[in-house]
């Protein structure tokens, strides 16, 4: 980094980290299967780290392959009440030497951690995201790298642009900003299914000059571990995040309970953060200060089709927009509307691609698809599926096997209800729905699409007929907060698609944006005044 007149040193420009191909004969390929094989072969143990001390418990937990859910890759351990106090106390006695760094210091700390993740702890995070979280390669490499070092490159950026945002000053004065972190502890809560947001929930805040409390979801163990081991090797100071695994109900009602508690950074369900929402407001008058509320939460994702779409474009959406890394994304296509124009053509295809896929252990590259994360979302997504098998149409797929992984097929439903269960509500696995409508009604698909779900996430429209594309982002311009045209509605870039959704899918307040840093300072204004009066009066109250 170099100075500038200004004082706030510059930083480069940041670029998305290029996603290796992992190609037959690639190196890249060979050491990640290297690391997998080392990782798969070890049973780690994980403590809690609070203050920059490890703590172990002896309440265990068990990190395993979902794919292979027999296989044990580490063993970690439930904070008791008195550590989630501890780890409190830990932030809070953290917060003022950590606040009270140059901005360009702690930012320094978090490129190095970007630096470290694109080069020696790249194999380490992809393969724990592979094996704990039964990501395949692709789906890995997006995620627990380029992402996560693309939040840690450019959120250095967006503070700098933040910083350099002053008042107007005069020649008799001089006004200022100054972006003080939020007073208290931050509260960070990650889910399963993206490394990276582990990652940015907890960053995020601190590179503002905030201290965490981070409670990490129990079946994404192992990155999650591995992130916080990777920015403590990056110089982050103890107590600036503290990584307190736990039961999640007792570790948020003593967090939440805080008088200290300064916002709550989240991504998870909509019920769990609205809970969150009613005890905070419950609370209210015991913090010192209304805390932040960030929230990323559920979403019933769309893709709406046109007749004027090109039929093999909207079946690959279909395809990988719902069933790469088996559904489990808040932005996975969950629901399609096709014209009976195209129904033929889109399903046929979609079900062509849907036979070629192969689904199993991560560590085969060939494999497009591998297992859903815990026994609890097989129970719930069979569920779903055998719902369908009764009230609607299984067009492909609907088989389940959970004898040796928590394998689900990519399932293809078909219903003529647009208020069907499968088209409402949140499933979060490998299953699509479609509604094939009259061509005549598109104007009144949109007014369905808009209003059949609660949730305001991803959604996409398929098009040549521009008209048409504008028609409908006017008609959709609240039911996404994030809107792809001719795409599918996943797979958002830091810096270059802002991710959020709003309605019951959030706060929208834009991870891999300026818009998220903003939430996490409370500023002050300073105004200085050189040539201070001397006199009380006014021109004014002289005599005529």
């Given at each position: 980094m170099s100075a500038n007149f200004s004082g706030i040193r510059s930083v480069i420009p940041p670029v998305n980290e290029p996603i290796k191909s992992y190609a037959p004969g690639s190196p890249e390929k060979a050491s990640l299967k290297a690391r997998l094989a080392s990782m798969a072969g070890e049973t780690i143990d994980i403590p809690l780290i609070i203050g920059g001390r490890e703590i172990r418990t002896g309440d265990l937990g068990r990190a395993v392959m979902p794919h292979k859910h027999g296989h044990v890759l580490a063993t970690f351990h439930h904070a008791r009440p008195k550590d989630v106090t501890a780890a409190i106390a830990a932030a809070q006695a953290a917060k003022a030497e950590w606040a009270s760094w140059p901005w360009e210091d702690r930012a320094a700390v978090f490129l190095k951690a970007a630096d470290l993740l694109a080069t020696s702890w790249r194999d380490t995070l992809n393969a724990a995201t592979m094996l704990n979280q039964s990501k395949t390669v692709y789906q890995s490499e997006i995620d627990a790298a380029c992402e996560l070092i693309d939040f840690w490159r450019y959120n250095v950026a967006f503070g700098a642009d933040i910083m350099r945002e002053q008042p107007v000053s005069t020649t008799a004065m001089w006004n200022q900003t100054d972006y003080r972190p939020l007073e208290g502890f931050i509260y960070a809560v990650s889910p399963f299914n993206f490394t990276a947001i582990g990652g940015n929930l907890t960053t995020t805040p601190a590179l503002m000059g905030n201290t965490v409390l981070w409670k990490p979801a129990g079946t994404a163990m192992l990155g999650a571990y591995y992130t916080m081991k990777l920015l403590e090797a990056a110089g982050l100071p103890p107590g600036v995040i503290n990584f307190v695994p736990g039961d999640p109900v007792m570790v948020s009602q003593i967090a939440m309970n805080a008088p200290d508690l300064g916002g709550i950074h989240f991504t998870g369900s909509t019920g769990v953060f609205q809970g969150m929402w009613d005890h905070v407001g419950t609370n209210i008058r015991r913090y010192r200060s209304y805390p932040r509320l960030v929230g990323e939460t559920g979403g019933k994702d769309f893709i709406m089709v046109h007749p004027s779409a090109d039929p093999q474009e909207v079946a690959v959406a279909m395809v990988r927009g719902a069933y790469e890394y088996q559904g489990q994304k808040c932005s996975a296509a969950s629901r399609v509307y096709v014209p009976k124009s195209l129904w033929p053509s889109v399903r046929d295809r979609a079900v062509g691609m849907m036979r070629e896929i192969t689904m199993g252990d991560t560590r085969d590259f060939r494999n497009f698809m591998s297992a859903v994360i815990d026994k609890k979302a097989f129970t719930k997504i069979a569920g779903y599926i055998s719902h369908a098998k009764r009230h609607a149409k299984i067009i492909q797929?609907?088989?389940?096997?959970?004898?040796?992984?928590?394998?689900?097929?990519?399932?293809?439903?078909?219903?003529?209800?647009?208020?069907?269960?499968?088209?409402?509500?949140?499933?979060?696995?490998?299953?699509?729905?479609?509604?094939?409508?009259?061509?005549?009604?598109?104007?009144?698909?949109?007014?369905?699409?808009?209003?059949?779900?609660?949730?305001?996430?991803?959604?996409?429209?398929?098009?040549?007929?521009?008209?048409?594309?504008?028609?409908?982002?006017?008609?959709?311009?609240?039911?996404?907060?994030?809107?792809?045209?001719?795409?599918?509605?996943?797979?958002?870039?830091?810096?270059?698609?802002?991710?959020?959704?709003?309605?019951?899918?959030?706060?929208?307040?834009?991870a891999g944006s300026k818009l998220n840093l903003l939430r996490w300072v409370s500023a002050r204004s300073i105004k200085e005044t050189y040539n201070p009066p001397k006199d009380f009066t006014y021109p004014f109250m002289g005599e005529e």
């Open positions: 797929g609907g088989g389940s096997n959970g004898r040796v992984g928590y394998f689900i097929e990519p399932t293809l439903v078909q219903t003529d209800n647009p208020g069907y269960k499968l088209l409402c509500e949140e499933i979060f696995g490998p299953v699509l729905t479609a509604h094939v409508y009259a061509d005549s009604k598109f104007a009144d698909m949109l007014q369905v699409v808009d209003q059949t779900s609660p949730y305001a996430l991803t959604g996409s429209i398929f098009a040549k007929d521009r008209a048409v594309i504008r028609q409908a982002s006017a008609a959709l311009r609240n039911a996404a907060g994030n809107f792809y045209i001719n795409d599918k509605p996943t797979g958002a870039t830091v810096g270059q698609q802002p991710f959020g959704g709003a309605r019951a899918s959030g706060t929208n307040d834009k």
